[in-house]
């Protein structure tokens, strides 16, 4: 008989989606969605997922959280109490302090406090890079020197288990013809005041002015969002659907991602195996993921990212967006991340 898993979750996000999908051939899961998209509805929530766990907690061998928050406190407590296993997997958010622009669950009381005991409670903490557990930032520098679980929490005990994300390099592919000299990003949740900062939308918008032969896509950007005063250049297109996605990114020679804060970023991989060369941050698991294949901006630095854009459009596009692509189907397939993901469970579920 196959073990039974819960996977709980705030949104189902492609992050969900993906490894609900990965291991549902092994084990069977069950999800359960954490209801809060309002603060004024979190006790409900929260009294919702504890009426659940009383009655359902018998039934599974392993608990699965996908990110730390509000939604994770209550399964990793169970499991600490009841003696079943617990796993929350850590995506960006849940591992930062940005005070300066408002962002990072470090920073957010009273949520603060509820991934540390989700981190203190659960049996085992699942990183997507090394960087959420302790990661020195060299790019932004406003905020803490360093980032990263065991820097907020440096006597946390619980062990970590890092697992990288993985992508279907079938799904993920173009063989299209390029726009020359296209620059694309994309960058959801323009509800929050910090995204723009935080994603380097206005740097994307600097360097559009001091390059108009070229063209910077923003994708994700609601009609309504307030920007004013873009350059021609500047291209911003609303929500594009994921299985569209792949046609849309490949037509860009370039990808940028210029954050101050990621965790692993799926845009930026999916856009590598669309042989798109990748312009990154000095953050977090990006310039391990565009080794030897991309460029990285060290500082966030409107000076040195012309820089680089200056060294990026005279470089060797072909040659560098097929290593692109290469370096993520050697490094990142999908089914290193399920195979990781299944020992992990059954090794727990023991």
């Known amino acids: 008989m196959k073990k039974k898993v819960l996977i709980s979750y705030l949104d189902f996000s492609s992050f969900v989606k993906k490894d609900v999908s990965l291991l549902s051939d092994d084990f069977n899961i069950d999800t359960y969605h954490f209801n809060c998209n309002k603060k004024s509805k979190l006790p409900f929530a929260l009294i919702q997922q504890f009426l659940f766990l009383i009655w359902n907690l018998s039934k599974y061998n392993v608990l699965i959280t ?8 209550l399964p990793a407590l169970f499991g600490k109490i009841f003696g079943k296993k617990t796993i929350i997997i850590v995506g960006g958010t849940d591992a ?27 049996s085992l903490i699942a990183p997507k890079h090394e960087s959420l557990i302790f990661f020195l ?33 079938k799904k993920w592919s173009f063989n299209g013809t390029k726009r020359k000299n296209h620059f694309i990003t994309v960058c959801g949740g323009w509800e929050f005041e910090f995204q723009k900062t935080l994603k380097g939308i206005d ?5 559009a002015e001091k390059f108009p032969n070229s063209t910077f896509e923003v994708i994700g950007i609601p009609d309504n969002s307030k920007l004013d005063n ?3 250049n500047f291209i911003r297109t609303p929500y594009v659907k994921n299985e569209e996605l792949s046609e849309k990114l490949g037509m860009a020679e370039f990808y940028l ?27 977090a698991a990006m310039p391990y993921i565009v080794e030897n294949c991309g460029f990285i901006l060290k500082n966030r630095n409107l000076q040195l990212l012309e820089i680089l854009i200056k060294q990026a459009l005279k470089s060797n596009k072909e040659e560098l967006g097929l290593k692109s692509r290469d370096r993520i189907c050697m490094n990142f397939p999908e089914f290193k991340r399920k195979k990781e993901l299944i020992e992990v469970v059954n090794i727990l579920s023991i």
């Open 257 to 283: 991602q210029l954050s101050i804060s990621e965790g692993f970023p799926n845009a930026l991989c999916e856009a590598m195996l669309c042989r798109c060369i990748p312009i990154v941050s000095n953050v």
């Open 66 to 73: 996908q990110f730390a928050g509000y939604h994770s406190f």
């Open 137 to 169: 930032d060299t790019y932004y520098g406003i905020d803490y020197p360093h980032q990263g679980i065991k820097y907020f929490l440096p006597a946390l005990k619980t062990p970590f288990k890092v697992i990288y994300n993985g992508y279907d390099q």
């Open 96 to 122: 930062v302090s940005y005070p300066s622009i408002n962002y990072g669950f470090f920073y957010k009381k009273p949520i603060k406090f509820f991934i540390i005991l989700s981190y203190r409670f659960t």
């Open 230 to 232: 873009l350059p021609a």
């Open 203 to 207: 740097l994307i918008i600097g360097i």
